[in-house]
């Protein structure tokens, strides 16, 4: 079975929502993060699409479910990454 690649925009946008449970607006991710659109469209559909995130028209909210799944799966999410960009060519 393949792994999931997540994107740096999927890293910084589950690390913060886990960080701040309150949520975040969309904008905050583009202002902090410098997401363009398509970036941040592509990530809040594939998170939402699996009950990760909560969206409504102004937050982006983690789920209880989603806070569960990021700490279950926070070594492919975040120490991959990682390990692949430490090595040298």
Known sequence: ME????????????????TYP??????YFHERYMLSPAQLARSLQR???DNIIMLDEE????????KRWV?????SIFLVYLRRVGKIP
Not at 59 to 66: A, E, K, P, T
């Open 59 to 66: 937050l982006v909210l983690l789920s209880d479910f989603g």
């Open 71 to 75: 700490l279950a799966n926070r070594h």
């Open 47 to 49: 998170f939402s699409a």
């Open 22 to 27: 309150a949520g975040r607006t969309y904008y």
């Open 3 to 18: 792994k999931p690649v997540y994107f740096s925009e999927d890293r910084e946008l589950l690390r913060d929502l886990y």
